[in-house]
């Protein structure tokens, strides 16, 4: 098979999952348009989201979980297009940190993303062909409006918590900020209040690199039949180096032959860790849209949360009751502790109620979706003891 036909077959199969999910999915009309920070207007638009667990007859019992750029909502279940486990199946799941014995769990899809929520892989209704860049930009406070609108459709007037990391974690700050009323306790990882401009620069590599693809098309491979395979893929590895550390890195692979006993002295994948890479890369396109990465990586580019408050984060918060657990990891050069102890202050200064936790790690920034029984530990008991709080039992 060449590698024409096999993006061929990912886009038959990103189209499928963009527009009819293996999921739950709720489609809005005009009579719930979805407003934009962007000054548009989508008045036709879908949510594609997972559930875990029961619903209480209270309703009180709810967790939302937040994916990160590079997730979807299949959170604790085999995964539609890889058959692989959920990302986050270390943490969610009977008698797990978020335990689907006890709490109604729900991930949705994000807005800008490509496994069923409105996105530029999905069939613009207007045109009948994928939206591509038709598709306006969408921003963090944007994807929670969407969630909002899904938790009302749902008949949820309060998570009991909400929870998320990297992106997820900025989602969960959004949520806590414009409808604190609704967030009884939150729990941010790894995340900041604003993107840094290292992370914007390392998001830019990533959707150069998609969009140097001539089989980008100028965003509409779908409408042809195409597929930027080598720029995603490229974008995918670039990134997932800010992901680990260099401890991480050196333990798993050090400078390490791969399947070689000396160097070729040419450029095939020589080390452990180029293979590696590689197959990451190749892994990433079977499931990901790059216009979607594109979307997405932009809206973390331009997420700052004090901005919007006259540029004093602890305005964000004010007369918030939202319980707080704010967590980072040491290892973590993407999302530095710093940016955890801005938004830790920021919430003191504001008389928010605010627990915050450094986890010693050299898992780097994807810790979060590692074996770490520190995390768990911290997520368990915050949990539970807010789920005390509210009388739920």
Not at 55 to 68: D, F, I, S
Not at 221 to 229: D, Q, T
Not at 262 to 282: K, M, N, W
């Amino acid at each position: 098979m060449t590698a024409k036909d096999n993006g061929r077959i990912e886009t038959a199969r990103t189209r499928h999952e963009a527009d009819r999910p293996s999921s739950a999915l709720v489609l809005f009309g005009p009579d719930t348009p979805l407003k934009l920070d962007s000054g548009a207007t989508l008045d036709r638009w879908q949510v594609a989201y997972q559930t875990y667990g029961t619903l209480n007859a209270e309703r009180t019992n709810a967790v939302l979980v937040c994916h990160a750029l590079t997730g979807d909502q299949h959170v604790a279940n085999v995964h539609p297009l890889t058959g692989k486990p959920g990302w986050w199946s270390r943490m969610v799941g009977p008698g797990k940190p978020v335990d689907t014995d006890r709490y109604f769990v729900i991930c949705p899809n994000v807005l800008g993303g490509c496994m069923g929520t409105t996105g530029p892989a999905s069939t613009n209704p207007d045109t009948g062909q994928p939206y591509g860049l038709d598709l306006p930009l969408v921003t963090i406070p944007d994807m929670v409006r969407a969630q909002a609108i899904l938790l009302d459709h749902l008949g949820i007037e309060t998570a009991l918590a909400v929870v998320g990391g990297s992106m997820g974690g900025m989602q969960v700050l959004q949520w806590a900020a414009a409808y604190p009323e609704r967030v009884f306790a939150a729990i941010p990882i790894a995340c900041g209040a604003r993107h840094s401009s290292q992370n914007i620069a390392f998001h830019e590599v990533g959707r150069q690199a998609v969009m140097a693809d001539p089989d980008w098309a100028k965003g509409k491979y779908l409408a042809e039949g195409k597929s930027p395979r080598k720029g995603l893929a490229v974008a995918r590895m670039a990134a997932h180096i800010t992901y680990m550390s260099d401890k991480s890195l050196h333990a798993k692979f050090g400078r390490q032959l791969q399947d070689r006993e000396a160097p070729t002295f040419g450029f095939d994948a020589d080390f452990q860790i180029e293979s590696y890479l590689r197959h990451q890369g190749v892994t990433f396109v079977e499931r990901f849209d790059a216009n979607a990465y594109l979307y997405m990586t932009r809206a973390m580019d331009y997420f700052d949360l004090a901005a919007a408050h006259g540029g004093r984060l602890s305005e964000a918060f004010k007369g918030s009751r939202t319980r707080f657990c704010i967590v980072s990891f040491t290892s973590d050069w993407l999302f530095p502790t710093e940016d955890s102890k801005v938004i830790t202050r920021a919430l003191i200064a504001s008389g928010g109620n605010v627990s915050f936790v450094e986890i010693d790690t050299d898992g780097g920034h994807d810790a979060f979706l590692l074996d770490e029984p520190e995390l768990f530990a911290t997520v368990d008991g915050f949990l539970r003891a807010a789920a005390h709080a509210r009388g739920i039992h």
